[in-house]
């Protein structure tokens, strides 16, 4: 199953997710004024930061808003990446953030777990109930795609409506408990669940209590980095089982950005990543 898949890459190669979060402005002078397409920029950026972090991090989450933002183009670079991802093996999260009626939901899910934006999970958001989520269920059982449902995010105002109080609960456990019931007919060897949640790493008090109920949930965690998030209190969340993946997006792909605007740039990026991973691991020793 490919949480396996994506379990044991944690296991060889440490929890960092790679967010590849492209904006042109990232992209070194050299590719930026050369003669290529946007698309090929874009690809040639990706591919440079993918080739010298593949052997440090578990995973790639390429955040679609970034690639739909310069239009065809984007989307164009969006799908050469994945395809990339694919051909080296690699395991690639699209964060999509769908949620939408069930005869929808089943378009997103054969236009991002088939085709031209194939990747191995995507991220979705539980607010429309178990008919919106369910359409993806199928790609789960039989063809080995994965999910990160939304439950408890990373941002400031997660507070307006995960925070609240339902039937004595707060409203992101709810949606844990259902995410954790959605997942019980897909758990790998790995003791994990395809159908993960994702948690954002800037809210340590959420943290331990999620880490508390659903110590055997797989966590897509962002929030490290730019947005804050202590490596310290992401460690308590992963917890001793590596029980998820952590990204940072402009933490990892800027790095380079007023120090190396030549052909070298992403060995920043590569650094960053080495140094976000043992930042992480050394709280789990
Ligand atoms: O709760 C959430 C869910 C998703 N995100 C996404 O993760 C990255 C974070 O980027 P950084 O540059 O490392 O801050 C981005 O794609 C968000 O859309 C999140 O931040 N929080």
């Known amino acids: 199953m490919i949480i396996d898949k994506l379990y044991q890459s944690v296991i060889e190669k440490g929890p960092v997710c790679v967010g590849l979060d492209t904006r042109l402005e990232y992209i070194p002078e050299y590719i930026l004024n050369s003669t290529k397409s946007i698309q090929d920029k874009i690809f040639e950026f990706n591919k440079s930061i993918i080739d010298a972090t593949f052997d440090v991090c578990s995973c790639y989450k390429l955040q679609i808003a970034c690639y739909e933002a310069l239009g065809i183009e984007g989307l164009m670079a969006y799908s050469k990446t994945l395809k990339y991802i694919k051909d080296i093996k690699g395991i690639s999260i699209g964060d999509i953030k769908r949620g939408d009626i069930s005869s929808t939901a089943k378009m997103y899910a054969k236009a991002h777990f088939e085709g031209d934006f194939e990747c191995d999970f995507i991220t979705v958001s539980p607010y429309m109930g178990v008919d919106a989520v369910s359409p993806y269920f199928e790609y789960v059982k039989n063809k080995d795609k994965g999910l990160f449902v939304l439950i408890k995010t990373s941002n400031e105002s997660s507070n307006d409506f995960q925070e609240l109080k339902v039937n004595d609960e707060k409203l992101y456990v709810k949606v844990g408990q259902k ?11 790995s003791g994990f669940s395809c159908i993960g949640g994702v948690i954002g790493g800037t809210h340590f008090d959420e943290m331990i209590n999620i880490k508390n109920r659903f110590n055997n949930m797989f966590f897509l965690i962002p929030g490290y980095g730019e947005q ?21 997006s402009r933490g990892i792909i800027t790095a380079h950005k007023g120090k190396e605007e030549g052909v070298n740039f992403s060995e920043f990026s590569r650094r960053e990543v080495i140094n976000m991973r043992e930042d992480i691991l050394k709280w789990l020793r």
């Open 228 to 248: 804050g998030g202590s490596a310290k209190d992401i460690a308590h969340l992963l917890g001793k089982n590596m029980s998820g993946v952590v990204n940072s």
């Open 179 to 189: 995410v954790t019931s959605w997942g019980s007919e897909y758990i790998g060897e």
